[in-house]
């Protein structure tokens, strides 16, 4: 047990502890900065335990159903995050969530990774054709989400500001986003047909890691799973019901709080991940997290809360976005397309991939 936490792959239970912590100080009514950090600490092990019994189930179910897994629960506890946000009417922070998923895998999570494994190295080489096609069908999805958001610059009352929390659009806009949601699961549904049986070879990387200690037998990785899910869910209420007031008291927009803090809170483990096989030279599989999961976010997870938002919450979600963030997420999708157009990476590429991230976190924390 020692030396699994000490690895690379144990370091996320080490928070365990922020768990219960997070429990006693919501109850107890402490300051909602010390709520809003124990909670977010404890999101992370609780994200790592469903990322592995997730990974568990899919090695014991064949690469069509395993595949099918992965893609459904890789991005789990941002969604059970922003479901909570949802229902509390924080619309404009779900939405600044969904572009700092989006953002940080590409930004964050790509850099870190050509960083990590290009020290050292001349360069490292992926499958360009895979990480093409996921770049492709990212820019594809931005482009889509972009559209109700321009509509309502020329037809409605313009953009939201980055402060806002909730905005009654009219009818039309929520129709349109309604529609525009339709078709990005639609092609998401094709997206899968497409990765996992018709081009399977193409999206199918070696194993991520090494793993240590015995496999999970199913019906653990089973009861795993539904133990993760109660808990992040437990974690994303307490975190959720702590952003307005721990914002104001730190000093910060719950747009950034939003796009940055929850956004990497979400999926720290699986960035950790990205990174150490990155270093392990293993860079198709790092590119197929940081766009793959990019992707996801824009094709699925960011229609299903638009479909969710109109029986969940207050009022519909209408795919509305502020100006930053159209900005953000058509740099991100831009930026994915050109670093995976040749199949090669050096460190280099992964600075200057970070500088971008960080010029985007510093307008993001000044708007």
């Known amino acids: 047990m020692r030396r699994f936490l000490a690895s690379s792959a144990g370091w996320p239970y080490l928070l365990v502890p922020f768990i219960p912590l997070a429990i006693v100080v919501d109850v107890a009514n402490a300051s909602a900065v010390i709520v809003f ?15 592995r019994a997730t990974e568990e189930l899919a090695a014991r179910s064949g690469p069509g159903i395993g595949g099918l897994l992965n893609v459904t629960f890789g991005n789990a506890p941002e969604l059970i995050i922003a479901l909570f946000a949802l229902h509390a009417g924080l619309q404009e922070v779900v939405k600044a969530s969904l572009i700092g998923s989006v953002i940080g895998n590409v930004l964050l999570v790509l850099g870190a990774s050509m960083l990590a494994g290009g020290i050292g ?7 360009r054709v895979s990480a093409s096609a996921q770049s492709a069908m990212l820019l594809l999805a931005v482009a889509a989400l972009a559209m109700p958001a321009i509509f309502e610059l020329v037809e409605g009352r313009g953009l939201p500001g980055p402060g806002a929390e909730r905005i009654a659009y009219g009818s039309t ?3 349109l986003s309604f529609a525009v949601a339709i078709v990005l699961i639609l092609s998401y549904g094709a997206g899968l047909l497409f990765s996992l049986r018709t081009h399977r070879d193409l999206f199918n990387p070696p194993s ?3 793993e240590e200690g015995v496999p999970w037998s199913t019906r653990r990785a089973v009861g795993m799973l539904a133990l993760a899910g109660v808990a992040v869910a437990g974690m994303s209420e307490i975190l959720v019901g702590s952003i307005s007031e721990a914002a104001k008291s730190i000093g910060l927009t719950e747009f950034f709080v939003g ?20 270093r392990k030279d293993k860079m198709d599989l790092a590119v197929n997290i940081a766009i793959g999961s990019s992707a996801q976010i824009a094709l699925f997870v960011a229609p299903v809360l638009v479909l969710l938002s109109f029986v969940l919450g207050p009022a519909p979600m209408p795919l509305v976005f502020n100006g930053f963030e159209l900005g953000a997420i058509f740099i991100a999708a831009l930026i994915a397309g050109h670093v995976t157009n040749e199949g090669e990476s050096t460190w280099f590429e992964g600075v200057q991939l970070l500088a971008v991230y960080a010029v985007l976190a510093l307008t993001f924390a000044f708007a």
Not at 37 to 50: D, K
Not at 266 to 271: C, D, K, L, P, Q
């Open 259 to 278: 796009a940055i803090v929850v956004a990497i809170v979400g999926n720290a483990a699986e960035h950790w991940v990205a990174v150490l096989v990155a």
């Open 37 to 51: 950090v124990c909670s977010a600490l404890g999101v992370i092990p609780t994200a790592a335990l469903m990322g």
């Open 208 to 210: 991520a890691e090494d």
């Open 121 to 127: 190295r001349d360069r490292q080489y992926f499958n």
């Open 173 to 175: 806009v929520e129709q």
